[in-house]
């Protein structure tokens, strides 16, 4: 049974810094692009950054490239996202995803989602 279990989230003023963790268990976490993804309230899902399995290359949406930087850790399992200059405009509930095995597309083919993991941001 695949699993992805976000941490990391809280309540930070702006212009502060976060570092979001993805721990996931039950796949071939080296096979798997990982993406993260928030949805704020009222508003839709949106993508915000990806890492692909084969060559850890990274994808970024325009709304925080240069901002925030996603990594991952094979040997753990476990995919970050770092987020600097943190706005309220970042406020959502952020999730990890984890791709079909061997996908190569960035922001879509997500087969698992982990429950969320919220952030704040205060102005």
């Known amino acids: 049974q695949v699993q992805l279990v976000e941490s990391g989230g809280g309540l930070v003023q702006a212009g502060e810094s976060l570092r979001l963790s993805c721990a996931a268990s039950?796949?071939?976490?080296?096979?798997?692009?990982m993406g993260w993804f928030r949805q704020a309230p009222g508003k839709e899902r949106e993508f915000v950054a990806a890492?692909?399995?084969?060559?850890?290359?990274?994808y970024y949406a325009d709304s925080v490239k240069g901002r925030f930087s996603i990594s991952r850790d094979n040997a753990k399992n476990t995919v970050y996202l770092q987020m600097n200059s943190l706005k309220p405009e970042d406020t959502a509930l952020y999730y990890c995803?984890?791709?079909?095995?061997?996908?190569?597309?960035?922001?879509?083919?997500?087969?698992?989602w982990g429950q969320g993991t919220q952030v704040t941001v205060s102005s």
């Open positions: 039950g796949l071939m976490f080296r096979t798997y692009t």
């Open positions: 995803a984890g791709s079909s095995p061997y996908s190569m597309e960035y922001t879509n083919n997500y087969k698992y």
């Open positions: 890492i692909r399995w084969k060559d850890s290359s990274t």
